[in-house]
């Protein structure tokens, strides 16, 4: 997890949010790991992440199991046909049986795949390089989108004009 975290660390503009005990995110958030960019160093608040590492069940999202000590899951946005050409699928319609449990193996995420989400618990020697380079090309599009909302010399703080619910990013 730290090797992940670290390589998102060094792109360029990244900001990644790890929520502790006593700081103001909820309890729940404590120990995940939220992606964005963010060229000023500012949490983005409009703004969905990019990609996140969660540390534990969340009421709405159980399929993976990962309660258990020493899971984990690394999610990440992907445009349509990065989604397609791992997952065989298209997003809007999962009709595949998975193995949500399934360590260190590409899937749609359980509950945000039908919106581009993919996901590996416990990535490990077949993944965790293919999920570093989609980890960057998230960054990138988040990039291209934060450029494209603020103009190309942009590097304040993000605007009120971009849409996004922090609350449904897994």
Known sequence: MEQIIAAVRGFDGALVVVPEPGGDFPEMAWGDAFFYYAPDGQMPQNVQPYGTITTKNYPDDTTCDLDPPGRWR?????????????????????????????????????????????????????????????????????????????????????????????????
């Open 74 to 170: 690394v999610n990440i946005h992907v445009d349509r046909v990065t989604f397609r050409a791992l997952t065989g699928e298209e997003p809007q319609s999962l009709t595949r049986p998975r193995d949500d449990e399934a360590a260190d193996s590409l899937l749609p995420h359980p509950v945000y795949g039908a919106v581009g989400w993919i996901c590996v618990v416990n990535p490990g020697e077949r993944t965790a390089d293919t999920l570093v380079r989609l980890l960057h090309s998230a960054h990138e599009a988040a990039r291209t989108r934060h450029t494209r909302r603020h103009g190309p010399a942009a590097d304040g703080a993000v605007g009120d004009d971009e849409v996004g619910h922090r609350s449904s990013a897994p």
